[in-house]
């Protein structure tokens, strides 16, 4: 069983930065496919980026292509997503999401284990 713990959300002017963190307890992330997913109010959840099981991959939405970053340190067991250039658009809930053996990493219903989800606001 693995458990997942966001931090890092918060309100922020447009054009700053946050920086998510989805801590895991239970086996390691470093055997599992990683996922961000966010839903703003009245939208459905969507892929904000994702990284294959053994970290070949890398896919980002193209909304956030070239202002945000998915990371994963093996070591302290924790992934990352760096989002620069913050638009009022990008205000949503934020859940992180891991799979050992997503048959497609990009689709949200391939994840069994999902964090409690973290607000982020952007202000403009």
């Known amino acids: 069983q693995v458990h997942l713990i966001e931090s890092g959300g918060g309100l922020v002017q447009a054009g700053g930065s946050l920086r998510l963190s989805c801590a895991a307890s239970?086996?390691?992330?470093?055997?599992?496919?990683l996922g961000w997913f966010r839903q703003a109010p009245g939208k459905g959840r969507e892929l904000v980026a994702a990284?294959?099981?053994?970290?070949?991959?890398?896919y980002y939405a193209d909304s956030v292509k070239g202002r945000f970053t998915i990371s994963r340190d093996r070591v302290d067991n924790i992934m990352s997503l760096q989002m620069n250039s913050l638009k009022p658009e990008d205000t949503a809930v934020y859940y992180c999401?891991?799979?050992?053996?997503?048959?497609?990493?990009?689709?949200?219903?391939?994840?069994?284990?999902w964090g409690q989800g973290t607000q982020v606001t952007v202000s403009s």
């Open positions: 999401a891991a799979d050992a053996f997503p048959l497609d990493f990009r689709l949200s219903s391939e994840y069994d284990y």
């Open positions: 239970g086996p390691t992330l470093s055997r599992s496919a």
């Open positions: 990284i294959s099981r053994n970290g070949g991959q890398i």
